[in-house]
């Protein structure tokens, strides 16, 4: 009688796919049949969704699993997680659990090292966990104020319909078009410009420099002139000038006389008054001061 019948067969084949099932889900899930990992116990007082297989990180980096949920069902203040960690991992006293969860829901468990690394916990210890919100958890808490901004994004929306639906609006448009037109033109007139005076600069620098040099030169002629032998000249003749007004003002000489005397002035008046009614008088009779004759005198 054989032993492998079909019957056994079949038992050992499906005892085989059992345990490759068991195994399979087990890795599924993040746990190890035969693995060496620390144990530990985290106290929540709410889980968040907390469940068996949900990861646990250590600063980014995942560093075990989650591998049972206790609820006392009697006491219901705390419930603890049971977490499987890498031996490799030492806590450090001091350290504590946060329940985290990301855009999609998934939840999973940060665990918080302290900056100094001191006296490590010891495996099968008490972690103290709390519940972090996270962003979905504050998004929730944003919506009542956002329920209350609605009624003004309404207006607010309302308010700029009306705005774009004014005939005004494409008025101003419109006028804004022809403002960017003549921008345009004037900035292509100023370009005109600026070519012209592009042209037009380099002979007015040349003429500038022209007259730079004639101003230099004339600079240098001012500067070889004598000043000092100029003015001992001038004051030479201002004295003479002076000299005249003084014998003018004085009674000396004639102009002095002249200026300064009145009775001279009187006399010259007199003999020129004189000398006009002899002229006058001559002008009227003229045979009683000149007798001309080619024959002789007439008696």
Known sequence: MKFLTKEVQIALVAVVGIVVLF????????????????????????????????????????????????????????????????????????????????????????????????TTMAKGDT????????????????????????????????????LLA??????????AEQITGNLTKSTRELNVLMAQLNRDVPGMMTKANTVLDNTSELTGKLNEVDFAATMAKVDATLDNVHEMTEALNSKKGSLGLLMNDPGLYNNLNATMLSADSLLMD??????????????GRKN
Request: aromatic share 8%; charged share 20%; hydrophobic share 45%.
């Open 282 to 295: 001559l002008r009227e009779h003229p045979k009683r001061y000149v007798h001309f004759s080619l024959f």
């Open 166 to 175: 004014d005939p005004s609006l494409a008025n101003s448009l419109h006028n």
């Open 127 to 162: 972690i103290s966990g709390s519940v972090n919100a996270g962003i979905m958890a504050r998004a929730a808490q944003l919506l009542p104020a956002i329920e209350q901004l609605m009624p003004k994004i309404d207006s607010i929306l309302l308010n700029v319909n009306a």
């Open 23 to 118: 195994i399979g889900l087990s890795f599924l899930k993040g746990l190890s049949l035969f693995s060496t990992d620390n144990t530990y116990y985290i106290r929540f007082t709410d889980i968040g969704g907390l469940s068996a297989s949900s990861p646990v990180y250590a600063r980014g980096v995942r560093v075990g699993t989650v591998k049972a949920i206790n609820f006392d069902f009697e006491e219901a203040d705390e419930i603890v997680a049971t977490v499987s960690l890498d031996e490799r991992l030492h806590l450090p006293v001091g350290t504590l659990a946060t329940l985290e969860s990301d855009m999609l829901g998934n939840i999973k468990i940060n665990l918080q090292l302290p900056d100094v690394m001191g």
